[in-house]
């Protein structure tokens, strides 16, 4: 997490489905969980006491299984779903009391969504749909075309502008997608599982290419997913939902190092944790010279490029160092502590 300010701040949210969502709060804050609500009232529980800080700058990643509450959550930052009760503030305001006008302004604005389907015009060019936002704003056709064809440049489209989304293969119309988003200029980009429909190489292109825009851009990103390899590597946030409600919210690497509940242990069991796990994570914390060093490591280097370093000598000490200067120290027997799952760590400790 940075010092970055607070863009949307989500405080208290619960949603509801069902004719009578008011009358259910009661039962809801009394304890009732979402099966017994859906069993004795027929009414669904889709969020249930959400708290989540969003900050400028960064990508927070809402990840979660199937019925998790993931997109009717993201649903609600730009009020497409209105909740039951709760805030989602917005740069300060409370969104939620916004009229018509004033929500308009905010979706054409403030927020862009990249979606999964890539909901592109199939009638209208590459470069009429990457300027699609601000033609809505009713800005020119030239500035809409500048705009498009600047952020078409940038997602690796130049050439594209006359073609039909049609003509295009799936990686290519999640592009336009982006650029379409990125040419709208807009402080907070929303993203619902916006790779999950590409073939895996097509998806960890755009995941790569993703983080590249994002590393010169610094936008603000929500971004949804149900594959926690996708969430590791993209979230400075990471929010991991069940049933409606955050099981877990933090800095990736410290969810790995220490989960807080059964079912994120179970989550992130089969995760490779040499490939996730950055030295940064797993370091002393010093300044001190250290004796004996092997040599020098970046502190975001995963775990197994130093493993790689190493031969697997659990011996060896380096000196871990971040924009020229030393940061900590890295014992590779800290690193292969590290790489014991969170279980067979508390099995060991039993049999000792």
Known sequence: MTDNEIKVS?????????????????HVEGGMGKPELLDQYNHVLGLQDINVDIRAGEITVIMGLSGSGKSTLIRHLNRLIDPTSGEVIVNGEDVLAYGDPRLAQLRQNTMSMVFQKFALFPHHTVLANAGMSRRVRGE???????????WLERVGLAGYEEHYPGQLSGGMQQRVGIARALASDSEIMLMDEAFSALDPLIRTDMQDLLLELQRELQKTIVFITHDLDEALKLADHLVILKDGAVVQQGEPQDILLRPNDPYIIDFISDINR?????VRSVMEKTEREGSGLSGEVEANQNLESVIALSEGDTNLHYRVMEDGRQVGLLHMRDLVKALVPVEAASEDRRVA
């Open 10 to 26: 989500i405080r208290k949210l619960y949603k509801i489905f069902g004719p009578n969502a008011k009358a259910m709060m009661a």
């Open 140 to 150: 020119s056709a030239d500035i809409a075309d500048r705009e498009g064809q600047k």
């Open 274 to 278: 040499a490939r996730v796990l950055r």
